[in-house]
Every structure is written in structure tokens, then in C-alpha cells.
């Protein structure tokens, strides 16, 4: 961060200045206040950026937190609602009695949905958080106006093998951590990665509570009959941002998605484009908000 030494005179100018120009944005973090409600035997932690006619509902996915979206939380609170929140289990908000599925996950935002009475909302979801909301859009559609899924929904309705799944199980009961790290560094992050973001991630799944990990990882595992069914019967055009590093089967999605889908893809990241390339992210965001609002008029 460079270094810029001024007068007190100075200082103050400055200031000035950049309130005058850049009000909403140096604000943004200001106004954005770390909440808690209660849900069930736990708490959900989230971020609220304040009423908006639109809301913008960023969901994260396996072992992550709503810190993963800061920077969209800086780019869009100036002009829709930008709430994030910390799946139970996540972040700071403590896991309960519940498994970490994603049907229990569809349950707790249904929840939060209703208790925060949000509006106008634009559901997207990251990685695992896209079935998250699928469950949210097919249980409490109402207040729905939009479903983005990012890096997901890659090859739906193809089933993993049996026996990848059995041996996953294993490795997971036999050395949580090792068989977690293997999976990220195989498979959510590439050579090209930062190393800072590949340490962050690699440092989540480690730190994760084998049990709950473990259930969460086998429910995904074996999720996709329930997915494609889900998907068929989902009320909402789909738009996904997919990054290239992996393709995305699109003949999958064509005979499933029966309300339609729109790929937009990314290149040069790994499976967390929102952190690795924010603005690139940000700007495949915009596109796809850009097209949902229209259809609110």
C-alpha cells in the first residue's frame, strides 16, 4: 500500500474531496452492519446493506463465509440492497443440530427470507450455495426475481460413479484433512492460483469439523438426481457465470432447465472468481442483473 505523507491542511482537503465525489462508495462499509437472528437452536450471522427496491442475496458455498464477498458487497450496495449472510455451520454463525445439506441450507434461507421480509430478490449462489438457493427458489418462490448460479450446475444430472463416491468416504473418515486439502488443490484451484487464495482455502476445508464436513461433502456427492429434479421444476431462468477452467456441459442443462438458461463464462480463474477476479465477476454480475430487471418493469 503506498505511503502518502501530507499535512494536517492537507489531510482534511482530501478528505473533503473524496466525500464530495466518492460519497456512497468510501461509506459503504460504514453502513453496513454486522446482525445476528436467531434460527432454530442456532444464529445466523449477515450483512445487511440497507433498503433497496431491489436485493441483491449473495449465498457462498461449501466451508466458506460471507467475507468471500466483500468486493461485490463494495461494487453494488450503492444501487440495490446487498445482503450476505453465513450459512449455519459457517463464518459465525454456529452449526446447530441441523446437517449441513442442501435442503437444510434451502430451509434456513427460506427463514431468513421471510424474517428480513426481503423483496425483489435476486438469489446467487457460489459453488454448493446454488443448490442452497435452488431449494430457497422452489419452496418460497414468491419473493424471487432472479437465480445466478456461479461456477455450478457444470454437468447436471450426471451422476458420479459409485465407486468415486466410496472411496471418497473413506479417505473423508480415514484423514479428514488430507482427503479435503487433495480435493481443493485437484479441484477448486489451479497451479495459476494465488497462493494467498489457494492458502486461504485449502486452510477453510483443513479447519472444517470432520463430521459435519464429512455430511456435507457425501450429501453433495450424491445430490444430483434431486438437483436435476429440482432444476426441471425451477420457475426462474437460469443464469450462470461459469469460469473455463472447467467446461460446462451444456447439453446436460438444455433438456433439464425448462424455464431456460444463460451461460456467461470467465476466463483466467479458478473456482472462486468473485475473490480472484472481482472486477471481471462484477461486471459478468451486472450483465446478468442487467437482463433480470427488465422483466420487473
Not at 37 to 53: A, E, L, P, Q, V
Not at 104 to 112: P, V
Not at 120 to 132: F, P, W, Y
Request: glycine residues 6%.
Amino acid at each position: 500500500m503506498r505511503k502518502i505523507i501530507i499535512t494536517f491542511s492537507g489531510l482534511l482537503f482530501f478528505f473533503i474531496l473524496i466525500s464530495c465525489k466518492r460519497t456512497n462508495q468510501n461509506n459503504i462499509q460504514s453502513d453496513i452492519l454486522m446482525k445476528t437472528i436467531d434460527y432454530k437452536d442456532s444464529k445466523i450471522s449477515y450483512f445487511d446493506s440497507g433498503k433497496k427496491n431491489i436485493t441483491l442475496l449473495f449465498v457462498h458455498g461449501s466451508f466458506s463465509n460471507k467475507e468471500y464477498w466483500t468486493d461485490q458487497v463494495k461494487f453494488f450496495s450503492p444501487d440495490y440492497r446487498v445482503v450476505t449472510l453465513d450459512l449455519p455451520g459457517n463464518g459465525k454463525s454456529p452449526k446447530g443440530n441441523d446437517a449441513m445439506t442442501a435442503k437444510n441450507y434451502g430451509d434456513a434461507l427460506t427463514f431468513f427470507i421471510k424474517e428480513l421480509n426481503l423483496k425483489n430478490v435476486i438469489l446467487i449462489g457460489h459453488s454448493a450455495g446454488a443448490d442452497a438457493i435452488l431449494e430457497e427458489a422452489i419452496q418460497n418462490p414468491e419473493p424471487v426475481i432472479g437465480f445466478v448460479a456461479v461456477d455450478y450446475f457444470k454437468n447436471v444430472g450426471v451422476p458420479l460413479p459409485q465407486e468415486i463416491i466410496d472411496q471418497t468416504t473413506q479417505g473423508l473418515k480415514k484423514d479428514f484433512p488430507a482427503t479435503v486439502e487433495m480435493y481443493v488443490r485437484k479441484g477448486l484451484v489451479s497451479q495459476a492460483t494465488d497462493s494467498a487464495i489457494t492458502k486461504k482455502i485449502v486452510n477453510a476445508y483443513r479447519n472444517t469439523e470432520p463430521e459435519a464436513g464429512t455430511e456435507a461433502i457425501i450429501d453433495g456427492l450424491t445430490y444430483t438426481d434431486r438437483e436435476k429434479d429440482l432444476i426441471g421444476k425451477l420457475g426462474f431462468k437460469i443464469y450462470m457465470i461459469n469460469v473455463d477452467y472447467k467446461p460446462t456441459n451444456e447439453d446436460a442443462l438444455k433438456g433439464i432447465a425448462t424455464k431456460g438458461y444463460e451461460l456467461i463464462t470467465i476466463q483466467g480463474t479458478s473456482h472462486y472468481p468473485m475473490i480472484e477476479n472481482p472486477i471481471a465477476f462484477n461486471h459478468a454480475l451486472e450483465k446478468a442483473i442487467a437482463e433480470i430487471e427488465p422483466n420487473q418493469q
